[in-house]
């Protein structure tokens, strides 16, 4: 028969006998372990509030968000979304750009402990993106499938192809005066809407295109390695 555990042993697992660094990694431990704030709250013998502001002070609150969507399971999983979606899809919420004035649709979800986002003008390609990733999509309301359908009419589907000669997609090379010779541009057409970027600097252009919540993405890796030169050279 083995032996119960003694004071100072219920202490430790406690949390009483941590220091404060040690106590917030059992914390985050056990939270990425997929235990609720309440639980972990007993489990260290901290207050709720304790633990919630270690949590918060280590992951955003979107990335929490997204962890509370993924605990969930099944049907409860899909209401406890739909009750906290705005815009009535699944992870997807709607971005007013303040900046550009370009706003924008948001897929947000979790992959191997990291908060990614899709984003797009048009909210069927970003469903049609979504679901070439095998990732969910759910339309909870009648408002929400027509959206999506109203989108359909005006997209243009060869804007999916990711092929481009530059080695980035949307990004075209074109002729100039200036001493390079030539500028980076970033353009495509959606909703019958042409958007627009360029700059001498491929690196740059990145920063403008991703500012403006717009897919970037580098095809070769000839490309990726244009960008951190080019990014080397401006610092």
Request: aromatic share 12%; net charge positive.
């Amino acid at each position: 028969m083995e032996n119960a555990p003694n004071k100072e042993d219920i202490k430790k697992i406690a949390g009483d006998d941590l220091s404060k660094a040690e106590l917030k990694k059992r914390i985050i431990e056990l939270y990425d372990s997929g235990q609720t704030m309440m639980d972990i709250a007993d489990s260290v013998n901290r207050s709720k509030i304790y633990v919630s502001n270690v949590i918060h002070g280590f992951y955003d609150e979107d990335e929490i968000k997204v962890r509370q969507y993924d605990k969930l399971r099944g049907k409860a999983k899909l209401d406890f979304s739909r009750y906290r979606s705005s815009t009535g899809i699944y992870r997807v919420s709607y971005v007013e750009n303040k900046r550009s004035g370009n706003d924008y649709w948001s897929y947000q979800y979790y992959d191997d402990g990291r908060l990614k986002r899709i984003v797009s003008v048009n909210l069927y390609k970003l469903k049609t993106v979504v679901t070439e990733k095998g990732l969910d999509w759910f339309e909870f309301t009648e408002e929400a499938k027509e959206m999506v359908l109203k989108d359909k009419e005006n997209f243009d589907e060869s804007s999916l192809k990711r092929t481009n000669k530059t080695g980035f997609y949307r990004v075209t090379k074109r002729k100039t005066n200036t001493k390079q010779g030539y500028t980076w541009a970033y353009s495509f057409k959606e909703n019958n809407h042409l958007y627009f970027v360029s700059s001498i600097s491929i690196s740059k252009l990145k920063e403008k295109v991703l500012s403006n919540g717009w897919e970037w993405e580098e095809l070769t890796e000839e490309a990726t390695r244009l960008v951190e030169e080019d990014s080397k050279k401006r610092i």
